[in-house]
């Protein structure tokens, strides 16, 4: 077969699959020519023709390979790689051990006594909620705030039982325990009214031949003089009795009288009180004697699962360091030891800085302090940042019923369709905006999961840091301090308790750099934006503070 123009140089029958075909002497592109009639080749000749220079690897089989696991190199090499792998294991589990144990651990929160670590919350219940039954039905308000429920005006005539219906305050103190709330009663001992049974009994003829007893509860007198007041109705010859018409002094030099005090607080703590507070001590003869007595009662009434409280409220700021003198704890810390907590009450000027705060952690008045606030504002801003000032200091503070509200002159009143649970003082919006910043400052103090460090422990050693900026301002109504815990981030408390705005400059580097760009944790500011809760505050250009405007700093 062919053509003339184009001879064909191999016959089609004997090409094999693939050829090049050569055209008039030009080669052609190889293409592939399938063949029906050739011979096909199975996958394995296929394989076999491509693999042919390829040298296959063949495993051994098992026989083979225990045969050269037996041999000695190799039983070598798996011990050797045996105990590679477990000096390994261990060496890490070693390192391990020794980064946790290297590691700067958390510091251990400090053990305090419960009124340690107190927030006390004075209330009288008549102006509070008009008597016992009122506290009790709105003790989620004081629950509430975490804080403690100090009874004040409460103690009968006989110093030993509660005014008014004693049924009553059990239920109070029942319910109190309920919520959670420890309850402290206060107990003015300076003296008893002259309508009681010892009066009466201290009066009668037969005390005029003895000096001992009920007859030396006390101060008599033969003849008028200052202080003194005759009793028309007494028996005995020296009729002079010490104090006003409805109040007689009571005598503390005499042994009757501590005695019959101590028999009083056991009998309050008998109630399921957790404490006393005892004040009123301006004519109290011997008053270390008389606090060291009362101590020993409330510290051998404690048993392993419970521990009771004395507090003290001296007559003067002189008497209250000679107490903390007393009772100062040696050594570095006076965290977690039973004592007596002295109440003070100034919270402004210079002597309050120094003559009263730092003078109280020198290492002769090592005890815990309590302060509280007993100015009389007239506006709720004003009020507010006294609160708060107080509210950061160390130690125990002391709010009175009111100020929580911005107001410690009002009367409650109490209306549940209102308020739910809160006084009606609260709907007014100043009101309200006062108890959201105290609620907020005391759980920061006291309250486990919201607390922070810094305002909560003071421990007086190396751990914490504490002082006053008093270079912050030229003015006195200026009070500015910084409290550091440990590691945890430092709290500053920049207050103006004047009514004018001050020039400030804050050592906040002093504190802890940290507080550069310092958050604020509570304010009593509410319409200055850059001031208010929650907002940061550049310190480096922090330089005037507004007037009665206190702020709660914490570091980033």
């Known amino acids: 077969m062919g053509s003339p123009e184009k001879p064909i140089d191999v016959e089609l029958g004997n090409m094999d699959a693939n050829v090049a075909i050569s055209n008039g002497g030009e080669k052609v592109e190889e293409q592939q ?141 029942e319910t109190a325990h309920t919520d959670g709330v420890k309850v402290v009663v206060e107990m003015k001992i300076n003296s008893l009214p002259t309508s009681g049974a010892q009066f009466n009994a201290s009066q009668q003829a037969v005390c005029a031949s003895t000096i001992v007893g009920v007859c030396s509860m006390f101060q008599w007198a033969a003849t008028a003089s200052a202080g003194f007041i005759q009793s028309a109705s007494a028996g005995r010859s020296d009729n002079f009795y010490k104090g ?71 007559s003067g700021a002189k008497a209250s360091m000679a107490m903390s003198e007393q009772f100062s704890v040696a050594g570095n810390t006076s965290v977690g030891v039973p004592n007596p907590v002295v109440v003070y009450r100034p919270l402004s000027g210079v002597d309050f800085k120094t003559a009263t705060v730092e003078a109280l952690r020198t290492n002769t008045t090592r005890g815990f302090s309590a302060y509280q606030n007993d100015a009389t504002p007239v506006m709720v801003n004003q009020s507010l940042a006294l609160t708060l000032l107080n509210l950061g200091l160390p130690g125990v503070p002391v709010m009175k019923a009111g100020e929580e509200l911005g107001s410690v002159s009002s009367k409650f009143t109490w209306d549940a369709e209102k308020a739910l649970n809160k006084p009606v003082e609260v709907e007014a919006e100043e009101g309200k905006f006062a108890l959201d910043m105290v609620q907020n400052m005391v759980k920061k103090r006291v309250a486990d999961t919201l607390s922070k460090q810094a305002l909560r422990y003071d421990t007086r050693d190396v751990d914490t840091k504490f002082f006053f900026d008093k270079a912050a301002s030229t003015s006195d109504d200026v009070v500015v301090y910084c409290r550091k815990w440990g590691k945890k981030p430092a709290v500053m408390v920049v207050s103006n308790i004047g009514a004018s705005e001050q020039a400030v400059t804050v050592n906040y580097k002093a504190c802890d750099a940290g507080l550069e760009n310092a958050n604020v944790l509570v304010s009593s500011s509410g319409s200055n934006e850059k001031l208010k809760t929650g907002a940061t505050v550049a310190m480096k250009t922090f330089k005037t503070l507004p007037g009665f405007t206190t702020l709660v700093l914490i570091g980033a």
């Open 33 to 173: 020519i399938n063949d029906e009639s050739a011979p096909l080749k199975t996958n394995d000749e296929k394989v076999e023709d491509q693999d042919e220079d390829v040298v296959r690897f063949t495993g051994l089989k098992k026989d083979e390979l225990m045969e050269i696991a037996n041999q000695p190199q190799w039983r070598r090499a798996r011990w050797v790689l045996f105990v590679l792998f477990w000096v390994l294991w261990v060496g890490m589990l070693v390192a391990a051990i020794m980064l946790v144990y290297s590691a700067p651990k958390c510091k251990p929160t400090p053990k305090m006594q419960w009124y340690q670590d107190a927030v006390l919350y004075k209330a009288d219940p008549k102006t509070f909620a008009g008597d016992y039954k009122g506290v009790t039905k709105n003790m989620k308000y004081i629950k509430d705030m975490k804080t403690t429920l100090v009874l004040t005006n409460v103690m009968g005539e006989d110093m030993m039982t509660p005014l008014n219906i004693a049924a009553d305050f059990d239920k109070l103190v």
């Open 244 to 314: 006003t018409a409805d109040m007689a002094s009571v005598n503390y030099a005499s042994n009757y009288s501590q005695t019959y005090l101590n028999s009083a607080i056991k009998a309050w703590l008998d109630r399921g009180v957790d404490g006393v507070l005892i004040s009123d001590l301006s004519e109290v003869q011997d008053h270390t004697q008389v606090v060291q007595s009362a101590f020993d009662t409330v510290t051998s009434a404690a048993t392993e699962e419970r521990t009771y409280a004395l507090f003290v409220e001296a």
